[in-house]
């Protein structure tokens, strides 16, 4: 014997959604700013710094740094 299943939905009209900060993916202190400036002082084929994570270490992961020649995912300015 077949069963028949029926579903209901309301679906409600949100005009004004209330947005909620982010919190920073990664903070960087003055002094790492710094450093990240000197690094690219006068390497003007890099636009920045890409950060990543891979699969090593104790944990699990770790955080790779590379310097940037195109803009990918998220460019951020310091």
Do not use: W
């Amino acid at each position: 014997m077949a069963s028949k299943i029926v579903a209901t939905a309301t679906v409600r009209a949100v005009k004004h959604r209330k947005l909620l900060p982010m919190r920073a993916a990664l903070s960087l202190t003055p002094a790492a700013v710094n450093r990240i400036k000197q690094l690219l002082d006068g390497k003007t084929e890099y636009i920045g710094l890409k950060v990543g994570v891979r699969q090593r270490g104790c944990n699990g992961l770790s955080y790779t740094l590379d310097y940037a020649t195109t803009k990918g995912l998220p460019i951020f300015s310091v």
